[in-house]
């Protein structure tokens, strides 16, 4: 049963615009959650986090919201860039050593 | 240069026969894990090590081995009892000992059962 579900495979946006990537978790336990951002034939890396403490976390061009009631957080990235063509995927944590991960959105930035 | 280096990058494999994946992380990370990824699914976490000569399965750890003899070594065995064995497969790594989450992970290797 997943408990991490990116509900959309794919996202294409304009240069310059806004991405907006969707997460939902179903484990009330989860109080870590994560983006990575993945290149073909990459690992992912990490792109960042937010605690559940919190509801918004800001690093330059990305920023994750959290909304706990609604069991769900999502990645915003203004302004998109060319670049920012990768698979995104959403992971969660009940702060322990695993990490339910998400399917993955991939993005294309068109020029 | 830090990081973890996995090999091969691309293996293919007979039906029946055993394969081994290596990982090496020159990272000084305690926890070390498994990961393999199918198409339209997310990562899932095949096993995973928090010390040497200790680790753990993961959700889907049947028809895999692992061993943890050195800090920076985590090989992962696909034996002949995995069913379905093709798969892009990724090994990480994260520091101490308590988990914040935060993995660094490998290029992958791609393994294909002929």
């Known amino acids: ?4 579900k990116q509900n959309s495979p794919s996202l294409s946006v304009q240069e310059g615009r806004i991405s907006i990537l969707n997460c939902d978790y179903t484990n009330s336990m989860f109080d870590y959650f ?3 951002k993945k290149y073909p034939a990459e690992g992912p890396t990490f792109l960042i986090s937010i605690s559940s403490i919190k509801d918004k976390n800001e690093d330059g061009r990305f920023t994750v919201f959290l909304n706990k009631s609604a069991k769900h957080l999502s990645l915003h990235i203004v302004p998109s860039q060319p670049g920012d063509s990768a698979v ?3 992971a969660a944590s009940a ?3 695993k990490l339910s991960f998400g399917a993955g959105t991939t993005v294309t930035v068109r020029a | 240069d830090g990081g973890i280096t996995q090999s091969p990058k691309y293996l293919f494999r007979k039906e029946g026969q055993n394969v081994t994946l290596s990982c090496e992380q020159n990272l000084n990370h305690d926890a070390m894990y498994w990961y393999r ?3 339209g699914q997310g990562l899932r976490l095949i096993y995973y090590s928090q010390i040497v000569n200790d680790f753990q399965k993961g959700d889907i750890a049947e028809g895999y081995s692992v061993s943890r003899e050195k800090k ?3 090989p992962l065995t696909v ?3 995995q069913k379905n064995p093709t798969a892009f497969y990724l090994c990480a790594s994260s520091i101490g000992s308590h988990g ?9 290797s791609r393994l294909t059962v002929l």
Do not use: N
Not at chain 1, 1 to 4: G, M, P, T
Not at chain 2, 100 to 108: A, I, N, P, R, Y
């Open chain 1, 1 to 4: 049963d997943q408990q991490v």
């Open chain 1, 34 to 36: 994560l983006w990575y």
């Open chain 1, 88 to 90: 995104y995927f959403c």
């Open chain 1, 95 to 97: 702060h322990d050593y």
């Open chain 2, 37 to 39: 990824q199918d198409p």
């Open chain 2, 72 to 74: 920076e070594s985590f």
């Open chain 2, 79 to 81: 034996t002949s009892a």
């Open chain 2, 100 to 108: 914040t989450g935060e993995l660094f992970f490998g290029e992958g």
